[in-house]
């Protein structure tokens, strides 16, 4: 199948705000939590429903050349210590080419966020796991390399919490590299390259930094 390539800055002005914090989304009668975001309903478009899925999961680009990546975590309440369950975790990112690639005849928001993309659902003890590639930053831009992740917590509404970043990214800019409050915890990942698999882990906060995240 021929392959069309979507630009990502044809829609996306910056790293930060591609496909997000826009137009607002929410469940009915569902506590609304971490402001609008355009495009974070993409979560819904899980090929698995919810209920089935698994706390790993492969992104389809995990066999194409380049480098090949592993994150890992645990998913913890706001609390920062008990692990979160059945927390939903949506990512996704561009190719090699730093673009978000299509194939032609998406229907949804698979139209700007592309193919490579990814579910997995917190387990017992809150872990979750991706394997993908590492993406390209976006092309002739500053932009650093990056993974869009949404999350659903079962009686929230879907919201985002800041991209994965690589700390080995000269794009990475300094004030983002000495920023405080993350949304979600720190998303800046250092991998560790464990056979030619770049091994990086990642805590999620739930609520932290969410506005309108509830106390308790
Ligand atoms: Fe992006």
Avoid at 89 to 104: E, L, S
Wanted: charged share 25%.
């Amino acid at each position: 199948m021929k392959t069309y390539l979507l630009i990502a800055i044809a829609f996306c002005n910056s790293w930060t705000a591609c496909g997000q914090k826009e137009s607002g989304s929410s469940e009915e009668g569902k506590t609304k939590v971490g402001g609008n975001c355009e495009g974070c309903e993409a979560i819904y478009e899980s090929p698995v429903p919810f209920e089935k899925l698994h706390w790993t999961d492969t992104l389809p680009d995990f066999n194409d050349p380049g480098p090949k990546l592993e994150i890992s975590g645990i998913v913890y309440k706001k609390d920062g210590k008990t692990p979160a369950a059945g927390v939903v975790i949506y990512i996704y990112h561009t190719d090699q080419k730093g673009v978000y690639p299509v194939k032609g005849g998406e229907k949804g928001w698979d139209k700007r966020h592309g193919y490579i993309r990814g579910w997995a659902k917190t387990n017992d003890k809150g872990q979750y796991r991706f394997y993908t590639l590492v993406p390209a930053s976006y092309p002739n831009s500053n932009n650093p390399k990056h993974i869009h992740p949404v999350i659903k917590e079962s009686d929230k509404n879907e919201y985002w919490i800041d991209e994965f970043l690589f700390a080995d990214d000269p794009l990475l800019p300094e004030d983002e590299r000495n920023k405080t409050r993350f949304r979600g915890g720190n998303g800046i990942l250092t991998t560790v390259n464990d056979n030619g698999l770049l091994k990086a882990k990642r805590n999620i906060i739930l609520g932290e930094n969410i506005p309108g995240y509830p106390a308790k």
